[in-house]
């Protein structure tokens, strides 16, 4: 087990890797889940399903009681991010649950009431108080998901951007942080070709996050982006001219 890591720290605020066990790299892609707490109150992003949800919830209670849990924050509706939703609801009974307002209807399909515990995030994204820090629901949509939205702090400045920045690792290799991004990117690249839609969806994430100061990126699967990598990993997105819709003509005629 390697044990969760406090990623940022700022004003009471603390931005939180919720831990790994080794045993989950053999067993489909590996997920990172995070945890925001304000003071006392927390929101917890992208929290995953049965696989994880033991190794999960262990780790969060070393920062926070489950019945403070004000948001569980999820990107999109894959279920390496919502199959464990009514387990969660069930241990985290004040959680209200912040996803796009095209995925909510789907809820009930994993055992979720969605008139009781749902907040629709609308396609412009939204803003939302936890205890006193006002947190930004950026819009993502096509990345990968339509209705896709990242999630930023403007305290510990950690921008969690799910999918987007996501790495998928060889066997035997793995690692938390980030240190060489340009050997990181080889890790990246066919992700971001395969689930990402295009290059215009890129382009209007680009000016969403126009002017936010990031510090941290954190995605959902891969390696977190910190310091200079930031700056690194915007330019590497840009240089991507081809990915998605773009390529799927070249794809179909080259498996034909
Ligand atoms: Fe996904
Ligand atoms: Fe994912």
Redesign the pocket.
């Known amino acids: 087990m390697i044990e969760p890591i406090v990623l940022a720290e700022e004003k009471g605020n603390k931005f939180v890797w919720l831990s790994i066990d080794e045993a989950e790299m053999d067993k489909g ?1 590996i ?1 990172n889940q995070y945890l925001l707490t304000v003071k006392d109150k927390g929101v917890l992003m992208d929290p995953g399903g049965p696989l994880v949800f033991e190794r999960v919830y262990n780790a969060m209670q070393k920062f926070i009681k489950p019945e403070d849990v004000e948001y569980i924050f999820l990107s999109h509706e ?1 279920p ?2 919502v199959s464990g939703l009514s387990l969660w609801l069930s241990y985290c009974p004040n959680a209200k649950i912040l996803i796009s307002d095209l995925w909510d209807r789907f809820l009930p399909h994993v055992g979720v009431d969605i008139k009781m515990n749902v907040i629709r995030i609308p396609i412009q994204g939204m803003q939302i108080n936890l205890n006193g820090d006002d947190l930004r629901i950026i819009p993502a949509h096509f990345l990968h998901s339509v209705g896709n939205f990242h999630l930023y702090d403007p305290i510990t400045k950690v921008y969690f951007s799910g ?1 987007l920045g ?1 790495a998928v690792f060889p066997k035997g290799s793995w690692y938390i942080i980030v240190d060489n991004f340009d050997e990181h990117k080889k890790y990246m690249e066919d992700f971001h070709k395969k689930y990402m839609a295009n290059k215009k969806a890129i382009e209007l994430w680009l000016k969403h996050i126009q002017g936010l100061d990031i510090r941290i990126i954190a995605p ?2 891969g390696a977190v982006i910190e310091g200079d990598n930031v700056r690194k990993f915007i330019d590497w997105i840009k240089s991507l001219d081809k990915i998605g819709i773009d390529l799927l003509e070249e794809e179909l005629n080259t498996n034909t």
Do not use: E, K, V
Request: charged letters at 35%; hydrophobic letters at 35%; zero cysteines.
């Open positions: 892609i997920t894959d390496d991010i999918d996501a959902q699967h």
